[in-house]
């Protein structure tokens, strides 16, 4: 049966803890869906599975490039099917386990991407262009050549927006909504969720428990194997911050503190990606301590029907 389990929701909420118990259960292999995962060496900031964990259960999509490596959405759409496609013709389940939204549901609702090959030098000439004008100008731009791209992109985020233009720029005229190809297996989309508040403490709490690893010294030796912050694995939550502490602009409490309220909005805009009212999602709050149990029950009832 050509079946794949997906693991959604917000960050912290435990995606990456259940998917290994039930991949254990059912014989299953986890295709990571996250975007932070991809990258080596940034183990402790991304809450990578420990080597423990990775060892129980076959992973893929976790450390593919270095940090300073291009990686686009359609490479990880492509990667990712390939190995939900080898683990079903191993007779495995393949569980697809992330809160990266767009990595989700490009691979669920088959998006048609463009695979548009890098423009240095245009990507060059916007990047001085948002340092001139302002990346919200810049996104401004891309809101009137093309909306449909622009309402999946934070206005902030400069790399997405300047990679959106540039996508547009190839195919010379407005774009419609990315069309959208059937996959060849049917989906089980099961997502976690948790009181609001209780969710922001377990943030909180896996924020601390990384200082305590040691994503400091994690940053340091990123640094000094001369990745910069101004790449985008560098500018994530937690490493953008740490880097602040590093250059003194930020005491190590302020730091850590910003990372803890950074990761909050963070998870306040997963839940545009993964909508509580989405029928198609099979939601259980983690606070419930029978939703476990139910969890294993529709899986194993949808994989033995």
Request: hydrophobic share 40%; proline share 5%.
């Amino acid at each position: 049966m050509n079946r794949l389990i997906a693991i959604v929701g917000p960050t912290g909420v435990g995606k990456s803890r259940l998917a290994i118990k039930l991949a254990q259960t059912f014989n299953g292999e986890i295709v990571s869906a996250d975007s932070r995962q991809v990258y080596r060496y940034m183990d402790i900031g991304t809450a990578k599975p420990a080597p423990e964990e990775l060892s129980r259960v076959p992973h893929h999509l976790i450390s593919i490039i270095d940090p300073d490596e291009d990686f686009s959405l359609a490479q990880y759409q492509k990667l990712a099917y390939d190995a939900i496609h080898h683990i079903l013709q191993r007779g495995k389940l393949p569980f697809l386990v992330g809160g990266t939204g767009l990595y989700v549901w490009s691979v669920l609702e088959g998006w048609e991407i463009p695979a548009v090959p890098p423009d240095t030098e245009y990507r060059r000439s916007l990047e001085e262009k948002a340092s001139r004008i302002g990346k919200l100008e810049l996104y401004q731009e891309l809101v009137k050549v093309d909306p449909a791209a622009a309402e999946k992109i934070d206005p902030r985020n400069v790399r997405r927006t300047i990679r959106a233009l540039e996508v547009h720029r190839s195919r010379q005229s407005v774009p419609s909504r990315p069309g959208k190809k059937e996959p060849p297996f049917d989906t089980l989309i099961i997502g976690l969720t948790a009181e609001r508040q209780e969710l922001y403490r377990m943030i909180d709490a896996r924020v601390d428990k990384m200082v305590e690893q040691g994503l400091v010294e994690e940053v340091e030796a990123l640094v000094k194997r001369g990745y910069d912050f101004t790449l985008p694995s560098m500018s994530g939550i937690g490493y953008r911050q740490i880097g602040m502490f590093l250059r003194g602009e930020l005491t190590l409490d302020a730091a850590i503190e910003k990372i803890k309220t950074e990761t909050h909005r963070f998870v306040r805009q997963q839940y545009n990606w993964f909508r509580l009212e989405d029928e198609r999602i099979h939601w259980f709050d983690m606070g419930d301590e029978e939703a476990e149990a139910a969890i294993r029950k529709m899986i194993a009832d949808c994989h033995s029907g």
